[in-house]
């Protein structure tokens, strides 16, 4: 079992910044892949970066590559997501979730998620 909790979001405007933390306890957190998604509102949940349990690997969608960095510190068991160059779009709420996947963009392949955290960027 795995808990994780959710963190750093807010209200920014265009062209902004956040960073996003996902504090894990329970089992080896270095075990885990690592994942973000979001959900806007009216709108289904969707990939937005992760990274492989040692940090080695990332993965990101094409609508926030070049602008957020997924992280991970296995020594303190968080993960991150630093989101720059934030646009409209990317209000939604967030979710970090962990699984035993090495790196995965399928949401049915992660079996433990954070309570989610809400970015709004106003325009």
């Known amino acids: 079992q795995v808990q994780l909790v959710d963190a750093g979001g807010g209200l920014v405007q265009a062209g902004g910044s956040l960073r996003l933390s996902c504090a894990a306890s329970g089992r080896a957190f270095s075990n885990y892949g690592m994942g973000w998604f979001r959900q806007a509102p009216g709108k289904e949940r969707e990939f937005v970066a992760a990274?492989?349990?040692?940090?080695?690997?990332?993965y990101y969608a094409d609508s926030v590559k070049g602008r957020f960095t997924i992280s991970r510190d296995n020594a303190k068991n968080t993960a991150s997501l630093q989101m720059n160059s934030l646009k409209p779009e990317d209000t939604a709420v967030y979710y970090c979730a962990a699984t035993l996947y090495y790196v995965s963009a399928n949401e049915r392949r992660y079996d433990y998620w954070g309570q989610g955290t809400q970015v709004t960027v106003s325009s």
């Open positions: 990274i492989s349990p040692a940090g080695g690997a990332t």
